[in-house]
Every structure is written in C-alpha cells, then in structure tokens.
C-alpha cells in the first residue's frame, strides 16, 4: 500500500514538473488516498496487537 502511494507522489512530481497540471494533480490525490488508507490500515494493526 505504501509502495502505491510512493509511486503515485513520484508521478505527481514528474508530471508537476513537465507542466501536466491535471495529471499531477490526480495522481496526487490518489497518493494521498492511499496514504491515509494506509495510516488507518497501521493504526488498526496497532491497536489490535496491543488489545488482542
């Protein structure tokens, strides 16, 4: 999921930098999505090792 996320920011970048505004700007989004879906995915991990 991390690995998603960091290939969807590094999209992001080069399209930013090349002057693909909307291309950069979806792929950032997208990153971003993952990123908290995978924040989330390492919280519930977290708290059902300490609870369970």
Do not use: E, N, P
Not at 13 to 42: D, H, M, N, P, Y
Request: net charge positive; hydrophobic share 70%; proline share 0%.
């Amino acid at each position: 999921m991390l690995s998603y996320t960091i290939i969807f920011i590094i999209v992001a970048v080069i399209a930013g930098v090349l002057g693909f505004t909307k291309i950069a700007r979806g792929a950032a989004s997208i990153a971003r999505v993952f990123f908290f879906i995978f924040v989330i995915l390492l919280i519930v991990s977290l708290v059902s090792d300490v609870f369970g």
